[in-house]
């Protein structure tokens, strides 16, 4: 594993599109998020996406969503470039979405992630995530999710 890096984390502006597609083309086979919800996302009030910037290029992203009148965050994606892995982004960008969920009066985060995502799903365990659902045939492809949540 290469050095931990100390990185910025900031909220995504509407400049940072082509690169958050380029990382979503990188990391996910299926079930991407288009262009086009990326930006809807972007611009939301529903919604928080935020960026970890090396240098200046978007090293990954954590997009949280919210529903009106609701106390429960759910994180919908989360991602990071390959080149970046291993370095404590993930890491960082979750405890950021994490702080962002808070301080709208959420108290409680949700998630689904592959069944057999174990690097995704170790970074959740190994930050107070709760398994408490398994949904049958979620993704494009037919794999089956695991439902996490922890308190905020
Ligand atoms: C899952 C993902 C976001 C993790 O990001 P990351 O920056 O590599 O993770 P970090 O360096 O912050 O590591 C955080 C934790 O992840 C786990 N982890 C990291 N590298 C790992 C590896 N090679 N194997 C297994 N677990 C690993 C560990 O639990 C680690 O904590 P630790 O170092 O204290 O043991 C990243 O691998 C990714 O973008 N994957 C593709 C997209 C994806 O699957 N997103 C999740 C959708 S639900």
Do not use: W
């Not at 958050?20 to 086979?29: G, K, N, R, S």
């Not at 994180?75 to 970046?84: C, E, G, H, V």
């Not at 982004?89 to 709208?104: F, V």
């Amino acid at each position: 594993m290469a050095g931990e890096l100390r990185v910025p984390v900031r909220q995504g502006i509407a400049s940072d599109l082509d690169a958050l597609v380029a990382i979503e083309t990188q990391c996910f086979d299926s079930d991407q998020l288009s262009r086009r919800s990326l930006r809807y996302f972007l611009r939301v009030p529903n919604a928080v996406v935020l960026v970890a910037e090396i240098r200046g290029s978007v090293a990954g992203y954590a997009l949280v969503a919210f529903r009106k009148g609701s106390a429960i965050a759910r994180l919908y994606s989360i991602a990071i470039a390959p080149d970046f892995r291993g370095r404590n982004l993930g890491r960082l960008l979750l405890k950021a979405g994490e702080r962002a969920a808070r301080q709208r009066g959420a108290d409680l985060m949700c998630l689904e992630v592959r069944s057999r995502n174990r690097r995704a799903i170790a970074l959740y365990e190994s930050h107070g995530y709760c398994r408490c659902g398994r949904i049958e045939d979620y993704y494009e492809d037919g794999a089956a999710a695991f439902c996490y949540e922890k308190p905020l």
